[in-house]
């Protein structure tokens, strides 16, 4: 059964830092197949993407509202992706959500809440 656990998330003051984590387990291939997105959510509003990181290469791409904030990066050998998280903003406030990716498999953890305080 593929899980996928999100932390790190918390209370910060703008200005702030933060490091998300995902850990994942139970997947039928090795972690490193598959491509890895933090997606976030904030209140009344649709769940957009933040950070992709691909499988194999680990090329990154990031949202224009978080380009040279936030940081994504993976370890393959413990399973993990995370999602380094600088110069946080108000807006930046929602629920953050790791999600893993190949063709014919999409799996979602339950999310992480990060409030940034103004």
């Known amino acids: 059964q593929v899980q996928l656990v999100e932390s790190g998330g918390g209370l910060v003051q703008a200005g702030g830092s933060l490091r998300l984590f995902c850990a994942a387990s139970g997947f039928a291939l090795p972690f490193s197949r598959y491509s890895m997105r933090w997606y976030r959510q904030a209140p009344g509003k649709e769940r957009e993407l933040v950070a992709h990181i691909t499988n194999f290469l680990g090329s990154t791409n990031y949202a224009d509202s978080v380009k040279g904030r936030f940081i994504i990066s993976r370890d393959n050998a413990k399973n993990t992706v995370y999602l380094q998280m600088n110069s946080l903003k108000p807006e930046d406030t929602a629920v953050y959500y790791c999600?893993?990716?190949?063709?014919?498999?999409?799996?979602w953890g339950k999310g992480t809440l990060v409030t940034v305080s103004s």
């Open positions: 999600n893993a990716n190949r063709p014919a498999e999409d799996y």
